[in-house]
């Protein structure tokens, strides 16, 4: 069983910058599609970022194109979320997820696409 352990949150002031990552247990991320998502309090979990398994496309939610960016380092099993500007409104646990089998030309922002995911990490933007 594939294990995504994600580290990197906390509580950061409005306009802020951090960095989340994910580390599968197994080598999985090769030509996998890699993405995160987020659920605030009371909201259903939502896209937020997305790589195709060729790492050629990569899709953001309009909430936070341009502040965010998703990278990944298949030699380490890792990918990353690196977030700037950050604002109260992105306060939410995130997730990150990795997808086998699908369209490796494609970043897939249903939840549904991914197979395995990660325990979630709490981020906190005060204002």
């Known amino acids: 069983q594939v294990q995504l352990v994600e580290s990197g949150g906390g509580l950061v002031q409005e306009g802020g910058s951090l960095r989340l990552s994910c580390t599968a247990s197994?080598?999985?991320?090769?030509?996998?599609?890699v993405g995160w998502f987020r659920q605030a309090p009371g909201k259903e979990r939502e896209f937020v970022a997305a790589?195709?398994?060729?790492?050629?496309?990569?899709k953001y939610s309009f909430d936070v194109n341009g502040r965010f960016t998703i990278s990944r380092n298949n030699a380490k099993n890792t990918m990353y979320l690196q977030m700037h500007s950050l604002k109260p409104e992105d306060t939410a646990i995130y997730y990150c997820?990795?997808?086998?089998?699908?369209?490796?030309?494609?970043?897939?922002?249903?939840?549904?696409?991914?197979?395995?995911w990660g325990q979630g990490t709490q981020v906190t933007v005060s204002s």
């Open positions: 790589n195709s398994g060729s790492g050629i496309q990569t």
């Open positions: 197994e080598g999985t991320f090769t030509s996998a599609s």
């Open positions: 997820a990795v997808g086998l089998g699908g369209d490796p030309h494609t970043a897939p922002m249903l939840a549904t696409s991914y197979t395995y």
